[in-house]
Nanobody, 124 residues
């Protein structure tokens, strides 16, 4: 079992920045990649980006490419999501997820562990 805990959410003004963290614990040795997702009220959960543990290769949704950056600290089993130039419609609960499947980029159904999420609110 892998446990994921997100932190770093909060309230930020439009155009501002936030950095989210996702700490993994438990059976982390076989993890292949981590992903970030978000879900706004009344909307489907959507993919934000992913990072491969072994080499740090990243992959982003078009909507965030160039503004969001995912990084990882292997020693701390922690993944980060740096979000810049935030927009009000990016208000959502942000989730991290992990996968052990060797597919890049991971498909949505590859992710088999999810955190509880952290709220990000962007005010206009």
């Amino acid at each position: 079992q892998v446990q994921l805990v997100e932190s770093g959410g909060g309230l930020v003004q439009a155009g501002g920045s936030l950095r989210l963290s996702c700490a993994a614990s438990g059976r982390t040795l076989r993890l292949y990649a981590m992903g970030w997702f978000r879900q706004a009220p009344g909307k489907e959960r959507e993919f934000v980006g992913a990072i491969r543990w072994s080499d740090g290769i990243t992959y982003y949704a078009v909507s965030v490419n160039g503004r969001f950056t995912i990084s990882r600290d292997n020693a701390q089993n922690t993944v980060y999501l740096q979000m810049n130039s935030l927009k009000p419609d990016e208000t959502a609960v942000y989730y991290c997820a992990s996968t052990r499947n060797y597919r890049w980029p991971p498909a949505r159904y590859d992710y088999d562990a999810w955190g509880q999420g952290t709220q990000v609110t962007v005010s206009s």
